[in-house]
Each structure stands twice: as C-alpha cells, then as structure tokens.
C-alpha cells in the first residue's frame, strides 16, 4: 500500500509542477525541471532527515521516468490559461495529503516518535511546493498569509495516529486521512480559510520598536 500512497503522490505533484510551469509559460526543459523538484524536493529532504540511502526516487528510478513522460504527455495537451489556473488546486491537494501520509508513515517505521513523524509528514507534503514558489519568483504559500496548506497535512498526520490508536487497521486510517487533508485543503483554498497573522503594519511597529 505504501508504494501506491507515494505513486500517487509523485504522479500528482508532477501534474501541480507542470501546470505551474506552464502558467509561469516555462519551456519543456523548464516544465520538466519544475515537475521533477515538485515531485521529489520533499521526499528527499525527508530521506535526508531520515539517513535513508538511497533516495526515495533513486530506489524506484520509474519514478522518474513517469515525471519525465508526464512532464511531455501534459505539455502537449492544449489548455486555456484559466483552465490551467483553475485545475491547479486539485493536484496540489492530493499530492499533499499522499505525500503527507506517506512521510509519516516512513518516519513511523524509522523509529521517530509520532510528533516528529507528524513534522516530517508535513515537510514531505509541503516541501516541493516550497521549491516550486521559489522558482517561480514568489514567496512561499507556506510562510505567508494563505488559505490553510501545512496545517492540513499536520492534522491529517494526527488523524491518522489517533484513528491507528483507536485500533481501527491501517489499511482504513491511512486513506481516511488522505482524504481528510485533500479535502480540508480544497475547502481551505475555496472558503479562504487562514491562520491568524501579524498585521503588517503591526510588524513594522514592532521592528521599530
């Protein structure tokens, strides 16, 4: 089940890093090159954390050859700029609740303790997206003022645990939490759900303080 959760996961995010590419009217080289660090950037910075060798997507070289085929197959398909924006969402959500998932549960069998599980489940699920806004010349959706994005793969990692605690078999608590971050992350982006912030006018006070 977990290699699915993680194929999944790498197909999803490499159609996000796509559409972005082509939103941002990148080349092939550029619309691979973007798939490939939003696919891989945050299972290998878990595998880093984890002292696991080979890399995620080393061990299964197939990885990369799908992100590659997905990366050409997708850029053929015509596709109208607000068509392109509006299905962006979509492949972001479900590549972060199976990358999520996916990375706690690689955490859990390292021998981490759950809460550092739940960390590394969010630094999977989010990590790519990082990479992918920083290529992109913007500011990370995850260190700014934003619908909720790694506070949903926080609590669908502690979904998860306490539906594993509760003794019902992994084979329910996992997708049920897949579900949950997908979902919670959809509703987020649709109703604009967000954490509380710094007023920017607060900060610069503060700094001059």
């Given at each position: 089940?977990?290699?699915?959760?993680?194929?999944?996961?790498?197909?999803?995010?490499?159609?996000?890093?796509?559409?972005?590419?082509?939103?941002h009217?990148?080349?092939?080289?550029g619309?691979?090159?973007?798939?490939?660090?939003?696919?891989?950037?945050?299972?290998t910075?878990?595998?880093?954390?984890?002292?696991r060798?080979p890399?995620?997507?080393?061990?299964?070289?197939h990885?990369?050859?799908?992100?590659?085929?997905?990366?050409?197959?997708?850029?053929?398909?015509?596709?109208?700029?607000?068509?392109?924006?509006?299905w962006l969402?979509?492949?972001?959500?479900?590549?972060?609740?199976?990358?999520?998932?996916?990375?706690?549960?690689?955490?859990?069998?390292?021998?981490?303790?759950?809460?550092?599980?739940?960390?590394?489940?969010?630094?999977?699920?989010t990590?790519?997206?990082?990479?992918?806004?920083?290529i992109?010349?913007r500011?990370?959706?995850?260190?700014?003022?934003?619908?909720?994005?790694a506070?949903?793969?926080?609590?669908?990692?502690?979904?998860?645990?306490?539906?594993?605690?509760?003794?019902?078999?992994?084979?329910?608590?996992?997708?049920?939490?897949?579900?949950g971050?997908?979902?919670?992350?959809?509703?987020?982006?649709r109703w604009?759900?967000?954490?509380?912030?710094?007023?920017?006018?607060?900060?610069?006070?503060?700094?001059?303080?």
């Amino acid at each position: 089940m977990y290699q699915l959760i993680e194929l999944i996961a790498v197909v999803s995010s490499a159609i996000y890093g796509v559409l972005l590419a082509r939103r941002h009217g990148m080349d092939l080289v550029g619309v691979f090159s973007l798939a490939f660090m939003v696919a891989f950037g945050g299972g290998t910075l878990r595998d880093l954390f984890l002292d696991r060798n080979p890399l995620f997507w080393i061990a299964n070289d197939h990885y990369a050859v799908i992100v590659f085929v997905l990366a050409i197959v997708t850029s053929l398909i015509p596709m109208l700029p607000e068509k392109t924006e509006r299905w962006l969402n979509l492949p972001d959500a479900i590549g972060l609740g199976f990358f999520s998932i996916a990375g706690a549960l690689a955490a859990v069998e390292a021998g981490t303790s759950l809460f550092i599980a739940s960390m590394l489940g969010v630094v999977t699920g989010t990590f790519g997206g990082v990479i992918a806004d920083v290529i992109c010349n913007r500011v990370p959706s995850l260190f700014r003022p934003a619908p909720l994005y790694a506070t949903c793969s926080f609590l669908g990692c502690w979904l998860m645990f306490l539906l594993n605690a509760s003794s019902l078999p992994e084979a329910y608590a996992v997708p049920i939490a897949i579900a949950g971050i997908v979902l919670l992350r959809l509703a987020a982006d649709r109703w604009d759900w967000r954490l509380p912030h710094f007023a920017e006018d607060e900060v610069e006070s503060k700094e001059q303080a």
